[in-house]
């Protein structure tokens, strides 16, 4: 089935199922197979897994009357870490917390969204960080009747983006360009409308896509 056709207003059933089906449940987070910034070029000088900071972010997705959609969030300019990116509601997790309730939290601190309104439902695939961090992404979805406010602090937009889109291969786009160093690296990206959406979030939904609806969705 294609992500046009579990998209589409009233699939709930039908996407929550594949859901179901194609994700790791809530209480058992598995690590055999993780994806990474470093996906296309493999970084030999890694940390173990067991030193990254973990981490959850909230893969939210909203029933709209064109179908189904992702809350993203872009990020201050002025943060010390991915200023100005676009990223999903998420962060480190704190001592003894399930990724899910670690979405959940960091989700009602940047954008103010009541827990009791959020519907987790699985797992995705963990993903390293260049940075340290082994973020799990959370897909859950939204009730009606949400409000959203963004941290000041944190957040300097919040907007959505069609499901269906993000979930077709036909729409990651392979990026490359210079570090600081001088090395040139290769990453995903997904481009709607005036939206980059670029580093660890296309790769976690790159992967997300993946496991839903195959390589070639």
């Known amino acids: 089935m294609s992500p046009q056709r579990l998209a589409?207003?009233?699939?709930?059933p039908l996407?929550?199922?594949?859901?179901?089906e194609r994700l790791d449940p809530l209480a058992e987070r598995s690590i055999e197979q993780i994806s990474?910034?470093?996906d296309f070029e493999p970084d030999p000088y890694l940390p173990?897994?067991?030193t990254l900071t973990p981490a959850a972010v909230l893969v939210g997705l909203i029933?709209?009357?064109f179908g189904y959609s992702v809350l993203l969030t872009t990020r201050l300019d002025t943060l010390r870490r991915h200023a100005g990116q676009i990223a999903f509601p998420g962060g480190r997790s704190d001592a003894g917390e399930a990724p899910w309730q670690t979405a959940l939290r960091e989700a009602e601190e940047e954008v103010a969204l009541a827990p009791g309104l959020v519907s987790p439902v699985g797992l995705s695939t963990p993903y390293r960080t260049g940075t340290g961090y082994l973020i799990t992404p959370v897909v859950a979805f939204?009730?009606?009747?949400?409000?959203?406010?963004p941290n000041p602090e944190e957040v300097a937009d919040i907007?959505?983006?069609?499901?269906a889109f993000l979930m077709d291969a036909a729409n990651h786009e392979v990026h490359e360009r210079e570090t600081p160093t001088g090395d040139r690296r290769r990453f995903y990206a997904m481009t709607h409308e005036d939206r980059f959406i670029w580093g660890a979030t296309a790769g976690m939904l790159r992967v997300l896509s993946h496991r839903l609806f195959g390589p070639t969705a």
Do not use: K, Q, V, Y
């Open 63 to 65: 029933e709209r009357p």
């Open 159 to 163: 907007f959505e983006t069609p499901f």
């Open 142 to 149: 939204i009730e009606e009747g949400f409000r959203l406010e």
């Open 48 to 50: 173990p897994l067991e």
């Open 8 to 12: 589409e207003r009233g699939a709930r």
């Open 15 to 20: 996407l929550e199922a594949r859901l179901a």
């Open 36 to 38: 990474s910034d470093f």
